[in-house]
């Protein structure tokens, strides 16, 4: 018998699987770290991608934005910034030219408690730091795919655009990082919702840069001028392992290598796949969970369970999907409004209802029963409470286990 922990929250949950039965744990194949993260930025920000360094882009009377991400995202944007400030100020950037905004698209807004924690507390004492609001947008053209590009006023008013964050996969954009600072990051909800369109396209999955919605994302970010890029990729213990810094597109896919070469993984598909997002912050609420139970489906045979393990003590994390899965009585039901109608939020109750019809999904997190079955997931306590049923049933099933969901990408051999 294995005993296996699986991120949940802040803490973990333990799972037993007899030995006979698991097929394998998919863990990355993570390097030692050999430098810490500061010098990995350091370095990343000598040495740009098809860019000069932010020292010498800047003015001494330049304005400059900080593009920063918001609290659902693992980004140590508080190790990250006092670089970027030490290149600002070796440039002769004063602090009183220099803005901080938070990314948020349409997401919620922060606490003053999270915003001081995502940036640090000097930062955020001494530096103007703001929300974006998508209300405050202004239209400077439209992209090749039809998506208003619609930005935030107090970006599009700076002098230097500065752009943060880090890279891992991303179900419909093929990975985050790079111009999705800027779409969904800072845009409109006219232009977020166009572009999120896209992921109906077959290209728009995980692990895939010609996604059209990454594709359009990075024209838009073209279109507005970014000047420089510093994006990070993490370990499953959320360490600094790999710095890009530079062009928005290039530096960006110097990262994407990096994340293909320790996540993307070959595997054989087994009859269950239990599946944690990583704990916090990827597990903050279905909403954001969801990436993970995705992941998970390309280690599962059709018709077998996967197991999402999730605390989300969010809750669901938007109130367009509660909605839709209050409506929705049956996964068919969710999917044929969503053919109908794209709402985002929505999006989320229609995906999540297509794996529902393929999968037996069940939901092991502190959402209430009632919620968990809204979103088409059977609600459990534990995870061996569901493991053992399943083996009674097929005792043997070949198991998986996926710690840090939210991070590998099973590719079927």
């Not at 970006?155 to 790079?178: K, P, Q, R, T, W």
């Amino acid at each position: 018998m294995s005993a296996i922990n699986l991120p949940f929250g802040y803490g973990s949950m333990t799972v037993e699987v007899p030995d006979e039965n698991l097929a394998s744990t998919i863990m990355s194949f993570e390097p030692e770290i050999i430098e810490d993260g500061i010098s990995l930025i350091r370095a990343a920000l000598k040495d740009p991608v098809n860019c000069e360094r932010l020292s010498e882009i800047v003015t001494p009377d330049a304005s400059v934005v900080i593009i920063v991400s918001d609290t659902t995202r693992p980004t140590p944007t508080a190790q990250m910034l006092p670089l970027i400030f030490e290149e600002l100020h070796r440039g002769g950037v004063s602090d009183e030219n220099i803005t901080i905004i938070f990314a948020l698209g349409i997401h919620r807004n922060q606490t003053n408690e999270e915003m001081e924690k995502i940036v640090g507390k000097d930062i955020y004492k001494k530096i103007r730091c703001i929300e974006h609001d998508s209300t405050r947008c202004k239209n400077v053209g439209i992209t090749s795919r039809g998506t208003p590009i619609e930005i935030f006023e107090e970006v599009l008013d700076a002098d230097v655009v500065i752009c943060m964050g880090n890279i891992e996969f991303h179900y419909y954009a093929g990975y985050s990082g790079g111009a999705k600072a800027i779409l969904p990051g800072v845009s409109s909800k006219e232009s977020i919702i166009t572009n999120h369109k896209m992921m109906i396209d077959d290209n728009a999955s995980t692990g895939r840069v010609d996604s059209p919605v990454r594709q359009d994302m990075e024209e838009a970010a073209e279109h507005v001028g970014v000047d420089f890029l510093l994006n990070v990729v993490l370990n499953s213990k959320k360490e600094i392992v790999y710095a890009t810094a530079g062009h928005v597109v290039d530096a960006h896919r110097m990262g994407v290598m990096q994340v293909d070469k320790m996540y993307k993984i070959n595997i054989e598909p087994a009859d269950v796949v239990i599946v944690s997002p990583g704990g916090h912050p990827k597990d903050i609420n279905i909403f954001q969970a969801h990436k993970a139970l995705d992941n998970a489906k390309n280690t599962v045979v059709e018709g077998g369970t996967i197991i999402l393990v999730a605390q989300c003590f969010e809750g669901l994390g938007n109130a367009v999907y509660e909605h839709w899965n209050n409506e929705s009585k049956t996964p068919d039901d969710a999917i044929m409004k969503f053919k109908h109608k794209f709402e985002f939020g929505g999006h989320k109750t229609a995906l999540i209802a297509q794996l529902a019809k393929k999968y037996d999904l069940y939901l092991v997190s502190d959402l209430p029963d009632a919620d968990a079955i809204n979103a088409f997931f059977k609600p459990a306590e534990n995870i061996q409470e569901v493991l053992d049923r399943v083996l009674n049933k097929k005792p043997d099933a070949k198991v998986c286990i996926m710690p840090y969901g939210g991070l590998t990408l099973p590719v079927s051999c």
